[in-house]
C-alpha cells in the first residue's frame, strides 16, 4: 500500500468507524472521523445561525456547506505529513469535490477508499443494539431510519465517484470484527 489518504465508507452499523480506527493505529494515521468531528462541534454556530447540536439532535445530516465550515476550520489543525483515514467524508459528491481539490493543492492524489458493505437490516439491527448502550442523542429509531434513508439517498451516489477517482475496494461488514479487519489487511496487502 502506498497511499497516505484512504476513505473509509459504508452505511452506519457497518463497523466502518472500529476498522478506521483500528487501521489509523496499525499504520499510524490519523484518524478523521467527522461524526466525532460534529459531535465535538455541538455548540459551533453556523453561518446559518443554526447550530451543529441542532442540526444533529434532528437526525437529519448537515449541509455540503455546513460540513465544509467546520472540516476547514478542523483541518487547518491536522499535523502536516501524516497518512489520514477519512470516515464519514465525503458523504456527498460535492463533499467529494471539494475534499479531493483540497487535497490535491496539498500534493495528495494517491488514494484508497474502503466501502464496507452491509445489508440494511443487519445496519438497522447493529445501531437498534448500539442505542441501547450508548445512548447517541441521534439514536432513536426514527433518527436511525431517517439516517439511513439519507445514506441511501445521498451517500450511494459518492461510491460512483469514489470508484472513478480511487483504488475501490469492497469489504463485506458482516462478519465479526477481527475477520473484516483481516480482510481489510489483505486487501491493503498489510498481512
Known amino acids: ?19 478506521a480506527k483500528l487501521l489509523a ?6 484518524w478523521w472521523d467527522m461524526g466525532q468531528v460534529l459531535r465535538e462541534e455541538r455548540d459551533w454556530k453556523l453561518k446559518d445561525s443554526m447550530t451543529v447540536g441542532e442540526i444533529i439532535d ?10 465544509l465550515e467546520v472540516f476547514k476550520a478542523r483541518m487547518a ?3 502536516p505529513g501524516k497518512g489520514v483515514i477519512f470516515d464519514g467524508i465525503p458523504r456527498r459528491v460535492g463533499q467529494a469535490d471539494y475534499l479531493f481539490d483540497f487535497l490535491k493543492k496539498q500534493g495528495k492524489d494517491d488514494f484508497i477508499t474502503l466501502y464496507v458493505s452491509l445489508p440494511r437490516e443487519e445496519s438497522m439491527k447493529r445501531l437498534l443494539r448500539r442505542a441501547a448502550i450508548e445512548m447517541r442523542s441521534d439514536d432513536t429509531p426514527e433518527g ?12 450511494l451516489p459518492v461510491l460512483e465517484y469514489l470508484k472513478a477517482h480511487t483504488k475501490f475496494i469492497q469489504i ?4 465479526a470484527i477481527p475477520e473484516v479487519t483481516r480482510e481489510i489487511e489483505k486487501a491493503l496487502e498489510l498481512e
Open 58 to 67: 434532528k437526525g437529519i445530516l448537515l449541509s455540503d456547506e455546513q460540513v
Open 25 to 30: 493505529e496499525k499504520l499510524g494515521f490519523f
Open 172 to 175: 463485506d461488514g458482516t462478519p
Open 144 to 155: 436511525i431510519e431517517l439516517r439511513l434513508k439519507q445514506y441511501e439517498d445521498a451517500t
Open 1 to 19: 500500500m502506498k497511499t497516505d489518504i484512504i476513505f473509509i465508507v459504508g452505511p452506519q452499523g457497518s463497523g466502518k468507524g472500529t476498522q
Open 77 to 79: 489543525k491536522l499535523p
